[in-house]
């Protein structure tokens, strides 16, 4: 159980992501990537004719199989592989943390930032609400997500998916080391 519970290291986890990439095009040339999912849901279930959800989403229904076992793992690992012990952080880190009035490390996400009560202050619109919108905005403006785009389409040498993983990783960059700590500040 404690090989479950605890975080694996990168040498075990890498190679089981990269792993996907040749078994998915093995077991059918299907493509990783978690953004598409959200289309096929809605073109499952919206009856309208949007042009952008008329398609045979039938033949990717993989992928939302795919979502739901990602869904299912998550919940029992966070129902039962949780570890009891608060987050171990850098001191560092902790200290910055603290200026911005984050003092609370006992989850992987600081709860002062990510409740509903934080949800109705600025700084919590901003990260939950806005954050939010910009992730699926630039999902989609990129033509997928980091999973698609960092994994599949670089092992595959597609040029696009090059431009986005690096437009991911400079604006990963700016935020946290720019915006993220005037964000905090409010």
Same mark, same amino acid.
């Given at each position: 159980?404690n ?7 990168w &040498?075990v986890?890498?190679p089981?992501?990269?792993l996907?990439?040749?078994l ?7 493509? $990783? ?5 959200l289309? =096929? ?11 952008? $959800?008329? &398609? ?7 992928n ?12 029992i ?5 949780t ?5 171990v952080?850098h001191p ?5 943390l603290q200026?911005?009035?984050?003092t ?10 990510f409740?509903?009560q934080a ?5 919590? $619109? ?9 992730v ?9 997500c ?14 696009p998916?090059?431009v986005?993983t690096?437009?991911?990783?400079? #604006? #990963?960059?700016?935020?946290a080391?720019l ?5 905090l =500040?409010?």
């Amino acid at each position: 159980m404690n090989a479950l519970s605890a975080p694996w290291p990168w &040498y075990v986890a890498g190679p089981l992501i990269g792993l996907t990439v040749p078994l998915l095009l093995l077991l059918g040339n299907r493509h $990783f990537g978690i953004s598409s999912s959200l289309r =096929h849901i809605c073109a499952a279930c919206l009856p309208a004719k949007i042009p952008f $959800f008329s &398609y045979n989403w039938k033949k990717e229904s993989w992928n939302l199989f795919f979502v739901a076992g990602i869904l299912l793992g998550g919940t029992i690992a966070a129902f039962h592989l949780t570890d009891p012990l608060p987050v171990v952080i850098h001191p560092q880190l902790a200290a910055e943390l603290q200026g911005y009035g984050v003092t609370d490390h006992h989850a992987l996400l600081p709860v002062q930032l990510f409740n509903w009560q934080a949800l109705l202050t600025i700084r919590g $619109f901003i990260l939950m609400v806005v954050g939010g919108f910009l992730v699926g905005f630039g999902t989609r403006y990129a033509g997928g997500c980091t999973s698609g785009h960092a994994i599949m389409g670089l092992s595959n040498l597609q040029w696009p998916s090059l431009v986005a993983t690096c437009c991911f990783m400079a #604006g #990963g960059f700016i935020m946290a080391n720019l915006i993220l700590p005037f964000i905090l =500040h409010l």
